[in-house]
């Protein structure tokens, strides 16, 4: 009853010590292999007295010498820190029996438990107080030999014990004349920690020698002594170990003609030579071998009536009375357990029959489970102690599984047969297929029907449109993402399970006169661009599981992937039809084209058949995740080749237009840079001096052949590498300028091989990169296209290992009636103003576009604050709203993004200026950013002249 289990908040399984009941045997603290369990005794506040002067006499129990084999040197260590006396306590083990003979003789009790060990007393006093009257009324061998030094020998001062024990604690307070409890394993711990040498003197004990009492503290030591003065005749039983507590019980319950004259107990198995504060790992044979020697040598002594002429000595010196002792019950209280209390526990157990409730198995370590009932109720064990019990519920939770890994093998074939009906459908037949899918989903997951829904903006504001539906059909309805509250968080990736009485007005209203109670939604994204959703309709409240959630993802992929699909195979027969039709170009195309889209989605059924053949949880779970990564990749594919397929229509066409080349390479690295930053990778530019910047031509073409070698670079360098970037201009003639561009990487190189295919359609440098990379080939194919309309050239310097360098040539008319402008100032000195006087806010979250903008405007000595998104920037203007002069707002950024920013800073009443950036300049935006609050806006990517020109325009400048 001493250790209660239970279980802390975070469902661990503790015990702790109740005191109130702990007899301080020690067994916790022997069984703990892991220091959960220490005590404290009396040790260091033995030491600091004797520093302090305190005279202290010293006791030590005889099995110092199997603990202490240098104990002689350990007594002159005591005495060098200026203890007075030391004496054995073999002494007071005869003086102990010597009180017990003559207490039998003279009062002649009924049958005694004798050898008074602490633990067994506690015990008694504590869990058996029917057997204090059984308990010898006579002190310990310690405490027969305190109180001879106080009474016969007249010490002053304190007395100080060296024992084995941890609960002579408790018997020295109950006496109360020994003062310090000194156990042998906390002393080696004081001495090891103060690095204590023993000195080479010797010493020895202060009085003469004793007898038999030199055997004592093994087991049955006392019977020993018994049994030479009383003979065999008197039965002397004895008990020690885990197994003498039982005995004790057994005792209790015995008649008194069944019980031994003497039970002679002890709380160790091995006695006081390996007690509960004895000195670990001592050999128990070296132990044994010590007492039988000091045993041959006692048991000689009797021969020369040593042992007989020492008992008349004290029968005339001292007075038994003195050598008595009493015991008494402590308050500890032991509440009563009504039949109700253990019925409410055998309910935790889950044990509702005689059978169950009469197991015994005794493996919680109780001898019943009633006993194991009884001790849940006292809140001293837990029901999961229970061996039965935690067997049922790893069957229940079996049973469990079993249901699951059923069920998980029924979505399986379900994404199977969808996926299957949906690779083989003819374009004729795909709209009736959609809804024999749709059906078999909705019955499998047992609902009332599935919508699957596709995302679009209009005028400025979000539409959900209801392409397929099973069993409405194909309806045709489309509804204002307004009306549900949850919208966001769809587009935010997060799927989305309601019941109809948490849904708010317009959602009841809505789903109500459907007499739908229940809905789950998935998102849909193509490359992390939201596609819109599938969802789930029930017409009763219910709940859904991560399983169901999965499935109804999986399915929505391969559906979306499959109306993708077929959308842009009708626009690529199309443009077949209307270009040339039977070109090798056109067929080659399309045939590899259906190749990149039909491997994942064999992979997705092909992963179904495994999982299938399966019973294995695991492999089930590997499945699912392959299935996911495979929809993900398909939906990839599909969006580069319609990406690809608006250059691959039809003849490469190039338009011709004035563009800044300045600006040009900072909106490529503004979108470049977020995707480098996410593997830490260092983005370099180099725009040689003297470069023009203004030019005629197809700025688009231009971009997006610097942007695909960016694009490869990023993706085929490890993380912390570097790209660096470089412009020159290599020749000029009749106002047209020959321009190089290079793309350098640290990535991971290329070997001549696979340079010799790099620029062929559809092929990558290695059959391998698609699985490890993915991508469908066409990039540097359309960028080799580009340049060479361009009467320039590409090519790669590359080594396996050591990065690789692309390199391009470009032919492109100077705009010079536009200006002189060149790449190292786009502003004479002169004609920068001073605005050192005024703070500008930035709320822009990509890093690379917040440092070019701060590069920009630090001629001007404006002071600059950034926020990475709008809720910052939110922050910082209300913590100190006349602390900035003008705020700078990108319209797209996480969190919060710029237009929400702006109203909340408006409800406040301030006039501040703010200044959208955007990069449509569509009168759309402009129109919505004006009606958000803004003053004005700026085109990304930035021009310095249109930022002086605003900062100038609302916050007014000086000229140096």
Request: net charge negative; glycine share 6%.
């Amino acid at each position: 009853m001493a250790n209660l289990t239970y279980k802390d908040e975070q469902g661990n399984i503790k015990v702790k010590v109740d005191h109130n009941h702990c007899i301080a045997c020690g067994a916790c603290i022997a069984v703990c292999k892991h220091n959960a369990r220490h005590y404290e005794d009396d040790t260091e506040a033995f030491f600091n007295d004797l520093e302090a002067g305190v005279p202290i006499t010293l006791i030590a129990a005889p099995s110092i010498k199997t603990n202490f084999p240098a104990w002689p040197q350990v007594l002159a260590y005591f005495r060098s820190k200026g203890v007075k006396k030391i004496y054995d306590v073999s002494m007071g083990a005869d003086i102990c029996v010597w009180a017990l003979l003559r207490y039998i003789e003279r009062e002649n009790p009924g049958p005694l438990i004798t050898q008074p060990c602490p633990a067994i007393v506690s015990y008694c006093e504590i869990h058996r107080p029917s057997l204090l009257k059984n308990l010898a009324p006579l002190h310990s061998p310690m405490g027969c030999l305190a109180v001879y030094l106080k009474e016969y020998e007249k010490i002053e001062g304190k007395i100080a014990a060296i024992s084995p024990c941890i609960s002579k604690a408790n018997e020295f307070e109950d006496i109360g004349i020994i003062d310090y409890n000194i156990t042998y394993a906390k002393l080696e711990e004081y001495f090891e920690y103060f690095r204590i040498s023993m000195p080479t003197e010797e010493s020895g004990f202060d009085h003469h020698e004793s007898g038999l009492g030199a055997v004592f503290p093994a087991p049955g030591g006392l019977k020993e002594n018994l049994e030479l003065f009383l003979g065999k005749s008197v039965r002397v039983d004895k008990s020690e170990g885990s197994t003498v507590y039982q005995d004790l019980d057994s005792y209790a319950e015995t008649p008194e003609e069944y019980r031994p004259r003497i039970f002679d107990v002890l709380n160790c198995m091995e006695g006081c030579n390996i007690g509960s504060g004895c000195v670990k790992n001592k050999n128990i044979f070296h132990i044994q071998s010590d007492m039988n020697k000091a045993r041959q040598l006692a048991l000689e002594k009797p021969n020369s009536d040593f042992v007989k002429n020492l008992f008349d000595h004290y029968d005339k010196v001292f007075d038994l009375q003195k050598f008595k002792r009493k015991y008494t019950r402590p308050q500890a209280y032991v509440p009563e357990i009504s039949e109700r209390e253990i019925r409410l526990a055998f309910a935790l157990l889950d044990k509702d029959t005689w059978e169950k409730q009469n197991f015994n198995c005794g493996a919680c370590g109780s001898n019943s489970c009633r006993e194991m009932a009884r001790k849940i109720a006292l809140h001293i064990n837990i029901p999961v102690n229970c061996i039965v019990n935690s067997r049922d519920n790893m069957e229940r939770e079996h049973q469990k599984n079993l249901d699951l890994y059923k069920r998980n093998v029924i979505y399986l074939e379900l994404v199977h047969r969808i996926g299957e009906y949906l690779i083989s459908v003819n374009q004729d037949e795909f709209q009736d297929t959609v809804l024999d899918v749709l059906q078999d989903l909705s019955i499998t997951l047992n609902s009332r029907g599935v919508r699957l829904w596709k995302y679009f903006e209009q005028d400025g504001k979000g539409y959900f449109q209801r392409l397929y539906s099973w069993p409405e059909g194909n309806l045709k309805e489309i509804v204002p993402e307004s009306i549900l509250s949850w919208a966001s968080l769809l587009k935010a990736g997060k799927n989305v399970t309601r019941k109809i009485s948490e849904m708010n007005q317009a959602e009841t209203e809505y789903y109500g006169k459907d007499s739908i109670n229940s809905i789950m939604s998935a998102p849909l994204s193509i490359r992390g661009e939201y596609w819109g959703f599938i969802s789930l309709n029930s017409d009763t409240e219910r709940g859904f599981s991560e399983e169901d959630v999965s499935v109804l993802t999986a399915c929505g992929i391969l559906i979306v992937s499959s109306v993708i699909e077929r959308d842009v195979t009708e626009k690529l027969i199309l443009a077949r039809e209307a270009a040339l039709a039977g070109t090798r170009a056109k067929s080659d195309f399309l045939s590899r084209m259906s190749h990149e889209i039909r491997t994942p989605m064999n992979a997705i059924i092909g992963m179904t058949k495994i999982a299938e053949a399966s019973n294995d949880m695991e492999k089930l779970r590997y499945c699912l995740s392959i299935i996911q990564s495979s929809s993900n990749h398909l939906l990839g594919l599909i969006n580069d080749i319609l990406d690809m397929s608006k250059i691959e229509a039809g003849k490469l066409e190039l338009d011709s237009a004035p563009f800044n080349l300045e600006r040009m390479i900072a909106k490529i690295f503004s979108f470049i840079g977020e995707k480098a930053g996410q593997k830490s990778i260092k983005l370099g530019l180099d725009l040689a001096k003297g470069i023009p910047v203004r030019f005629i031509g197809d700025e688009l073409r231009l971009s997006q052949v610097i942007t695909n070698l960016l694009s490869n670079a990023v993706k085929f360098t490890p993380d912390g590498g570097t790209i660096n970037v470089e412009a020159h201009e290599i020749g000029r003639k009749d106002g047209v300028s020959v321009l190089r561009f290079s793309v350098s990487d640290t990535g991971i190189g290329l070997t001549a091989e696979q340079i010799s295919r790099l620029f062929t359609a559809f092929e990558q440098a290695d059959k391998n990169i698609t699985q490890r990379f993915g991508g469908t080939g066409l990039g540097l194919t359309i960028s080799k296209s580009v340049v060479e309309k361009m009467n320039g050239k590409i090519w790669v310097e590359s080594e396996m290992g050591k990065g690789s360098n692309f390199i391009f040539n470009v032919e492109l008319q100077r705009d010079d009636a536009a200006s002189a402008e060149s790449a190292t100032a786009s502003i004479s000195s002169n004609e920068i103003p001073d605005f050192s006087n005024f703070k500008l806010l930035l709320a822009e979250d990509i890093e690379i576009n917040r440092e070019i903008f701060i590069s920009l405007l630090e001629p001007t000595g404006i002071a600059i604050d950034t926020a990475e998104n709008g809720r910052i920037a939110l922050n910082k203007f209300k913590h100190d709203p006349d602390k900035y002069n003008i705020i700078i707002m990108d319209l797209q950024m996480p969190e919060m993004n710029g237009l929400e920013a702006t109203r909340a800073i408006r409800e406040s009443g301030t006039q501040i200026p703010i200044v959208a950036m955007t990069a449509n300049a569509f009168k759309e935006d402009v129109e919505q950013c004006l009606a958000a609050g803004m003053n004005d806006h700026l085109m990304k990517p930035i021009d310095l002249n249109a930022v002086i020109e605003k900062i100038g325009k609302y916050c007014g400048a000086k000229n140096p």
